[in-house]
C-alpha cells in the first residue's frame, strides 16, 4: 500500500541543460534591453554611423558612378553592408565581451557557478541572446535604410540566401570570440577600454567605414587575418551591384573565401571560449 502511494508522488525532475539556457535567453534579451549604455553603443551605433555618413557625404554624388555623373550606388547604400557586419561584431563581440567581465568582477558568474547553470546552458542563454538582439537590430537597420534612407534592397532569393549564411556565421563566430575575449580584462571597469579599441580598429581596417581599396596593401593583408573583413565582404555581396566586386582585393566576392575564413574563426572561437571561460578569475 505505501510502496503504492509512494509511486504514485510526482517526481520533480531538475531542469535539462537545454531548457536552463533556453530559459537564459528571455533574461538575458531583457537585460540587455535595460542597459543605456549597450543600446547606444552596440545596438544603436550602426544606425547613428550610417546616418552620419550619408548626411556628410552625400552631396559628393553616387559611389561607383560613371564620368557622366550616372550610375553607381548611393552614400547610404554603400555603407549598409558594413554598418550590417559592423552591427554583427558589436552585437558579438564587444556585448559579450564587455557584459561577461563585468559579471565575472562583481561576482556574479561565481554565485551563478554555485547553482546547477552549467557553463554550456550560460553559453546557450548568451548566444541566444545575441541572436535575439542581432536579428533585431539587422531587421530594424534595413527597414530604415528602405523607408527612411530610400535604400533599394536586393529581390533576388540567393541574394537573401546569401544573407542568411553570412549573418549566422558572422554572428555565431562574434558570439564566440567575444566570449573568449572577456578573458583578458583584468576587471568589469577595464573591460570597455580594452574591448572598444580592439573593435574600433577593426571596424576601420576592415572595410566599414572606409573603401576598403583605398586602404594600404599591408593593411588589407592585415584586415583578411580577421573575421570582420569577410562578414563585410559577404555582406557586400548581397547589398552592392555585380560590378563592385572587381573593386575588391581579388576582384570577385570569394565567397568560398567568406564561408572557409568565418569557419576558421567560427572552431577557433568556441575553443577559445572554452578553455579561457571560468566561473571566477583565474587570479580571483
Avoid: C
Wanted: aromatic share 12%; no cysteine.
Amino acid at each position: 500500500m505505501s510502496a503504492t502511494i509512494m509511486s504514485t508522488r510526482p517526481q520533480h525532475t531538475a531542469p535539462s541543460t537545454l531548457a536552463l539556457g533556453l530559459s537564459r535567453i528571455g533574461y538575458e534579451t531583457r537585460l540587455y534591453f535595460r542597459s543605456p549604455d549597450t543600446l547606444l553603443f552596440t545596438f544603436f551605433f550602426p544606425f547613428i554611423m550610417l546616418g552620419i555618413f550619408t548626411a556628410a557625404f552625400s552631396s559628393s554624388g553616387n559611389i561607383g558612378a560613371n564620368p557622366d555623373g550616372t550610375g553607381g550606388v548611393s552614400v547610404g547604400a554603400y555603407y549598409l553592408p558594413g554598418m550590417l557586419a559592423a552591427g554583427m561584431l558589436l552585437s558579438g563581440v564587444q556585448n559579450l565581451a564587455v557584459d561577461i567581465a563585468g559579471e565575472k568582477s562583481d561576482g556574479t558568474l561565481k554565485r551563478l557557478g554555485g547553482t546547477p547553470l552549467s557553463p554550456l546552458s550560460y553559453f546557450l542563454g548568451k548566444i541566444g541572446q545575441v541572436f535575439v538582439t542581432a536579428i533585431l537590430q539587422a531587421g530594424l537597420l534595413l527597414l530604415v535604410a528602405r523607408l527612411v534612407l530610400d535604400i533599394a534592397l536586393p529581390s533576388e532569393p540567393e541574394k537573401w540566401a546569401t544573407f542568411a549564411w553570412v549573418f549566422v556565421f558572422g554572428v555565431i563566430t562574434s558570439a564566440f570570440l567575444g566570449i573568449a575575449l572577456s578573458a583578458v580584462p583584468r576587471s568589469g571597469r577595464s573591460a570597455t577600454a580594452v574591448v572598444a579599441p580592439v573593435v574600433l580598429v577593426l571596424q576601420f581596417i576592415s572595410g566599414v567605414y572606409l573603401q576598403f581599396t583605398t586602404l594600404p596593401e599591408w593593411m588589407q593583408n592585415l584586415a583578411s587575418i580577421f573575421p570582420l573583413k569577410w562578414m563585410a565582404q559577404g555582406m557586400r555581396s548581397v547589398f552592392l551591384p555585380e560590378s563592385f566586386a572587381a573593386a575588391e582585393q581579388s576582384g570577385t566576392w570569394d565567397l568560398p573565401w567568406v564561408a572557409g575564413a568565418l569557419g576558421v574563426w567560427l572552431v577557433l572561437g568556441l575553443v577559445l571560449s572554452r578553455v579561457t571561460f571560468r566561473w571566477i578569475r583565474r587570479d580571483a
